[in-house]
Every structure is written in structure tokens, then in C-alpha cells.
């Protein structure tokens, strides 16, 4: 078994599960911003190097980014970024399903018998995954494409608002 | 106990913090984060596969992580332009203070 995921995931686990249970919400999305460096930094042990760096520049960069913006532009107080903690039943309740699920998941792995896995780290050359997204996958990239332009495009008319909120008020 | 089998108990403990996340706070962001991990720890499940697999040079697990990874950022666009647009009518971001379309 190798030491290196082990570790990955160890910090992984701790940082959200720390992130998820704190009370500073901006302290949350820092500690969140490094449980997303640690699954590129498994990405990039798995030997798909491109798709670490896509994880680290998108949540690390951008998602985590938004999220700030959007603590910081839904406070009400200046330092208003505390959240109260919830209820013990919802919690309780809360982590026994989390805590089942990942149970169920951990259980069925264990007793699942795999193939014997290949040590060799796969090499899957940047160029290479070009010529599969502009070929094969030439479609999908397109959709995903038009997805992500409609999805911005109406996140900011959500964001944005209607202007009828202030003047056409009752 | 293989690494396969490891990374994919790591994803699967990824997953339940993430979901106890989502089920137990009350504020939006915070539970748009919790969807965030989980989605994190499917794409984990796609690379572990990939790494692991029979055929890596095909490329599909770490195709379909690019495709999650592009789609799980316009999620987290249009939801925090969600919790926004839900400030701006309640004045704060409580998911149990947001029943206007309660019956």
C-alpha cells in the first residue's frame, strides 16, 4: 500500500472536515481552499497532471474566490462571518447519514475483490488529451462550452437583479 | 487493503463529510460548499479508476473529471448568484428562513 495517499488523504479529511465543522465562515473557505490543493495534489500522484492543475486553478483560484465574494457581499455586520451552529438533533441526525453513507462505501470497497492494481503511473500526455477532446469528444466539449456560457450569463442576471426590486416595491 | 481500494474508501469518507455538511448547516454557502465536496470526491473516484484501470490511455476518467470540474464551476456560479439573490430578499442566508413557497 503506498504512504503517499495515505498522507493526501489524512490532510484531505482533516482540513474539510475541520472547514465544515468551524464557525468563521471565511476561516471555512481557507481551510476548504486547502483540502481542494490536496486532492490536485492526489491528482497529480494518480499521474493526470492536467486535470490537477484544472482542479487547482478553477477551485483553487476561482470557485474559492466567488465564494469569498459571496461571504463577504451577504454580511451584515462588518465582521459578520459567523454562522450559528445547527440544532444537536439536526446534527446528530446530519452525521449519522453522512456517517452511513460513508460506511455503506467503505464497507462495499473493502469486501469488493479488485484486480491486482498496475504500480506504473499512466502517462497521459497533454497532447493526447487534446487530440480526445477535439475529436472523439469534440461534442461534449461544445455543450460544455454553451452549458457554462448560459450558466454565467444567468447567474449574473440572478445576481444582478431585477431593477423593478427597488422602484417597484409596495 | 490495495491503494485502489484505499482511494476509493478516501472518496467515499470525502462524500460523508460533504453530505453531513449539506444536511446540517444553515447557512446557503455553507451548504453549497458541503455539494462542492461531494462532487470532489466523485471525481476522485474517477481518477483512482483511471490510475488503476485496465486501459489509461483511452483517457475517460480524467476526461470526465475536465467535464465535472467545468460543470461543478458553473454550479457554484449560479448558486452563489442564488444565495445573493436570496440575501437580497430576506436579508440573510438561513435555507430555514427561505419558505416563501411554502404551502
Known amino acids: ?170 | 487493503m490495495n491503494t485502489l481500494q484505499l482511494c476509493l474508501v478516501l472518496s467515499g469518507l470525502i462524500f460523508g463529510i460533504g453530505l453531513a455538511a449539506a444536511l446540517a448547516r444553515s447557512s446557503a454557502i455553507l451548504v453549497l460548499l458541503g455539494v462542492e465536496l461531494m462532487l470532489n470526491a466523485a471525481n476522485l473516484n474517477f481518477i483512482a479508476f483511471w490510475r488503476f484501470g485496465p486501459a489509461p490511455e483511452a483517457g475517460t476518467g480524467v476526461l470526465f473529471v475536465l467535464f465535472a470540474i467545468a460543470v461543478a464551476a458553473a454550479e457554484a456560479a449560479v448558486g452563489l448568484a442564488l444565495v445573493i439573490a436570496l440575501y437580497r430578499h430576506q436579508r440573510n442566508i438561513r435555507l430555514q428562513d427561505a419558505t416563501r413557497l411554502k404551502g
Not at chain 1, 484531505?12 to 471555512?28: D, E, H, K, P
Not at chain 1, 499512466?122 to 487534446?130: E, H, I, N, T, Y
Not at chain 1, 444567468?154 to 444582478?160: E, K, N, R, T
Open chain 1, 1 to 170: 500500500m503506498n504512504v503517499v495517499p495515505l498522507i493526501l488523504g489524512i490532510v484531505i479529511l482533516a482540513s474539510a472536515g475541520t472547514a465544515l465543522s468551524l464557525q468563521n465562515i471565511v476561516r471555512s473557505v481557507l481551510l476548504l481552499v486547502l483540502s481542494w490543493f490536496g486532492i490536485a495534489a492526489f491528482y497529480l500522484w494518480a499521474g493526470a497532471e492536467f486535470a490537477a492543475f484544472a482542479q487547482a486553478l478553477v477551485y483553487g483560484g476561482a470557485v474559492s474566490m466567488v465564494v469569498l465574494f459571496a461571504v463577504l457581499l451577504t454580511r451584515r455586520g462588518h465582521l459578520d462571518t459567523a454562522v450559528p451552529p445547527p440544532p444537536p438533533g439536526r446534527l446528530l441526525g446530519a452525521l449519522l447519514a453522512g456517517g452511513a453513507v460513508a460506511g455503506v462505501i467503505a464497507a462495499t470497497v473493502i469486501r469488493t475483490p479488485f484486480a491486482s492494481s498496475s504500480d506504473e503511473i499512466p502517462v497521459l500526455a497533454v497532447r493526447r488529451l487534446g487530440t480526445l477532446l477535439m475529436g472523439p469528444h469534440a461534442a461534449a466539449l461544445l455543450v460544455t462550452g454553451v452549458l457554462l456560457t448560459a450558466a454565467l450569463l444567468g447567474a449574473v442576471v440572478i445576481a444582478a437583479g431585477a431593477k423593478d426590486d427597488k422602484e417597484g416595491a409596495p
